[in-house]
């Protein structure tokens, strides 16, 4: 694909925001707009850096935050490549099927497991059910544009809804929820960090010890019953969380 021309960057030079963060956020817009295509390459960082007026140590700089998050890659002999869009998933009471079928990421899931077994003793207190209670156990492996993007393990009160390995390749967990009239309508979440072992770099395609996001969550319906309970492990490259804060 040829060389793609990045259209022109405004730039506050008055503002406390520094010059590469504000053309890097720039550049991260028209990437998750589609108007930097995936597989496309940037201009010769030089000849970018003179067009939108800045000095190249700082078009080095915006290039390399987008490349040590995931959506720009240098290779050599062919240049910095747009690799894909980053998901940046907002903090609120939805599923990742949700968000990404959203946005137009083409969700896709492949079940991994799906059995009846014991409850351990921290999903049982999360579900507020008896130590030992059988309840149903789900991992999945979900795609986003057809690349790894997030390992989802999941344990549903047995009684609460039969679940299929076929529901649960198309369609997601809490969409299975609401249509069986368990609405999700509170939960507490804990968001983390970690180093991906060996068996979730392979599942997600990425090197041992590259950093994941970490996702525990319990959520209730409005009659105050826990309905779900997931641990999650997203690639840190590919996924954040967004939240909006005020006073």
Do not use: C
Not at 122 to 138: F, K, Q
Not at 143 to 168: K, Q, R, W
């Amino acid at each position: 694909m040829p060389d793609r021309t990045v259209p022109e960057v405004p730039l506050d030079r008055t503002s406390p925001v520094p010059l590469y963060f504000q053309v890097a956020t720039r550049l991260q817009q028209l990437i998750e707009d589609g108007e930097l295509p995936v597989g496309s390459r940037l201009e010769n960082e030089v000849e970018l850096a003179e067009r939108l007026g800045v000095s190249r140590p700082t078009m080095r700089r915006a290039i390399a935050y987008l490349v040590e998050r995931g959506m720009l890659v240098r290779r050599r002999g062919i240049g910095t490549q747009i690799v894909h869009p980053k998901v940046r998933r907002p903090v609120e009471l939805t599923s990742l099927y949700d968000d990404l079928a959203k946005d137009g990421q083409s969700p896709r899931t492949e079940v991994l497991l799906l059995e009846v077994r014991r409850a351990p003793d921290h999903v049982a207190e999360a579900l507020g059910v008896p130590g030992g209670l059988d309840i149903t156990w789900i991992e999945r492996l979900r795609f986003s544009g057809g690349e790894p993007l997030a390992i989802m393990h999941n344990a549903v009160p047995l009684d609460l809804l039969p679940l299929t390995e076929a529901d649960l390749a198309e369609r997601g967990l809490y969409e299975l929820l609401r249509a069986a009239g368990h609405v999700p309508r509170m939960a507490s979440q804990t968001v983390g960090a970690k180093a991906a072992s060996a068996t979730e770099a392979r599942q997600l395609g990425d090197s041992r010890g590259a950093p994941m996001l970490t996702m525990v969550r319990t959520a209730w319906d409005e009659a105050g019953r826990a309905v779900e309970y997931g641990s999650h492990v997203y690639r840190a490259s590919r996924y954040s969380f967004e939240l909006t804060l005020t006073s």
